[in-house]
């Protein structure tokens, strides 16, 4: 990467990694728990618009997680893992329509587990917390992208456009 393509990467990466914990941290209340409603994740869409968006994501849900009321180092690692794969499966896909799917399975998945063993150990309750969680995350998941995110994605669309990415997206 050139230096001056490097000059407008990184910012964008702060940019987004800021946006993302500010935002989870401001709604705090709403974003860490058993049910949780993160608005921040409509960000995990901009991986469509760009690429310094997986990194980006990725340090935003490290500094909330890290923030957590009840900090739970799997959160932090397992949870932000979780947000950097699925961001990076994001910026494969074409289609905005189809782009809150990454977030949603792979939180899903990870965080599910994430608060399954946290409430219940690997006691005789983790299945059947794990497999409510697995249900509960990823539909707070599609509801939060595909209301907030799309929109967003779509909005930001054109701006992103004018900056030299975004024209692959349908």
Same mark, same amino acid.
């Given at each position: 990467?050139?230096?001056?393509?490097? &000059?407008?990467?990184? $910012?964008? =990466? +702060?940019?987004?990694? =800021?946006?993302?914990?500010?935002?989870?941290?401001?709604?705090?209340?709403?974003?860490? %728990?058993?049910?949780?409603?993160?608005?921040?994740?409509?960000?995990? &869409?901009?991986?469509?618009?760009?690429?310094?968006?997986? $990194?980006?994501?990725?340090? %935003?849900?490290?500094?909330?997680?890290?923030?957590?009321? #009840?900090?739970?180092?799997?959160?932090?690692?397992?949870? /932000?893992?979780?947000?950097?794969?699925?961001?990076? &499966?994001? /910026?494969?896909?074409?289609?905005?329509?189809?782009? $809150?799917?990454?977030?949603?399975?792979? #939180?899903?998945?990870?965080?599910?587990?994430?608060?399954?063993? /946290?409430?219940?150990?690997?006691?005789?309750?983790?299945?059947? =917390?794990?497999?409510? #969680?697995?249900?509960?995350? %990823?539909?707070?998941?599609?509801?939060?992208?595909?209301?907030? +995110?799309? $929109?967003?994605?779509?909005?930001?669309?054109?701006?992103?456009?004018?900056?030299?990415? +975004?024209?692959?997206?349908?």
């Amino acid at each position: 990467m050139k230096v001056k393509e490097l &000059l407008k990467y990184l $910012p964008r =990466a +702060g940019l987004i990694a =800021a946006i993302y914990a500010a935002l989870t941290l401001v709604l705090y209340p709403l974003g860490f %728990g058993v049910v949780q409603f993160r608005f921040s994740e409509a960000l995990t &869409l901009l991986p469509l618009l760009f690429p310094e968006a997986v $990194p980006g994501l990725f340090v %935003g849900c490290v500094v909330a997680n890290m923030f957590s009321p #009840n900090i739970v180092i799997l959160d932090v690692i397992f949870g /932000s893992a979780a947000t950097l794969i699925a961001a990076y &499966l994001t /910026s494969k896909v074409k289609s905005v329509w189809l782009a $809150p799917l990454p977030p949603a399975v792979i #939180n899903a998945v990870v965080v599910g587990a994430v608060i399954a063993y /946290s409430t219940a150990g690997f006691s005789a309750g983790f299945w059947a =917390a794990y497999f409510y #969680n697995i249900v509960i995350i %990823g539909l707070e998941e599609l509801a939060v992208c595909y209301v907030l +995110g799309v $929109p967003l994605t779509l909005a930001l669309k054109k701006t992103a456009q004018k900056l030299g990415a +975004g024209s692959r997206i349908q």
